[in-house]
């Protein structure tokens, strides 16, 4: 079965500092790897994925993430972290079993970027 | 705008009463979903479906029900069988899941349901 770890509850980094949050998966056959973010009481909105093709993934808000076979990872990254990138991230497989497509989440790691 | 519309933001429920959170989207996609959010643990499907009048059991399926009546319509109906039904549940939808971008899921504003 596909699945995601995120095997940092909170990372905390200072504002102007790269920020790095982390995540590894296991799948059979071919990943495909989306990251999301959560703002309080809100839903998620989607960063950016990875199907094929570069390691490196640019997204949204100066995001980027890095796909790393041999590792299985696929951190999610950004060169200089501001206040307002303090939120809830989410990494994300897709699985289709039996032709019927599906995300599987991780647990999620809180951001906090301090002034 | 296209979207995906939750109702109602904030629920309250007595034990034993069923339920019913409403997902309508407007973006003309095939799939529909509904997550379970709870402090710590991530999201947990719940139920989706491909098409109308189809639909699957996630991983947390009991004491919940679904129908899809409608392409733009997904309502999900927490009864009382649920024995912890306290969470965020969010509704998200994508298009047909045979295209690769099919993963990239499009999600509602949530609506907490409390049991009083």
């Not at chain 1, 808000?61 to 950004?78: C, D, I, P, R, V």
Request: aromatic letters at 14%; hydrophobic letters at 35%.
């Amino acid at each position: 079965a596909q699945s995601v770890a995120q095997p940092e509850d909170q990372v905390n980094v200072a504002e102007g500092n790269p920020l790095t949050v982390k995540c590894t998966y296991s799948v059979s056959g071919n990943p495909y790897l989306f990251w999301y973010v959560q703002y309080p009481n809100r839903g998620l909105q989607f960063l950016l994925k990875y199907i094929t093709g570069d390691n490196l993934v640019k997204g949204s808000y100066g995001f980027e993430a890095e796909f790393n076979k041999s590792q299985t990872s696929f951190h999610l990254k950004k060169p200089s972290a501001l206040v307002s990138d303090s939120a809830l991230y989410f990494c994300a497989v897709r699985d289709y079993p039996g032709g019927y497509n599906k995300l599987i989440f991780g647990a999620g790691t809180r951001l906090a970027v301090h002034p | 705008d296209g979207g995906i519309t939750q109702s109602p933001k904030y629920l309250f429920r007595k034990e034993g009463q069923n339920v019913t959170l409403s997902c309508e989207q407007n973006l003309n996609h095939d799939a529909m979903y509904w997550y379970r959010q709870d402090p710590g643990q991530g999201l947990r499907l719940i139920y989706y479906s491909q098409i109308v009048n189809d639909f699957q059991k996630g991983d947390i399926a009991e004491g919940y029900s679904v129908s899809r009546e409608k392409k733009e319509s997904f309502p999900l109906t927490v009864t009382s069988a649920q024995k912890n039904p306290t969470a965020f549940y969010l509704c998200a939808s994508s298009i047909f899941w045979i295209r690769v971008e099919a993963g990239e899921l499009f999600f509602g504003e949530g609506s907490r349901l409390t049991v009083l």
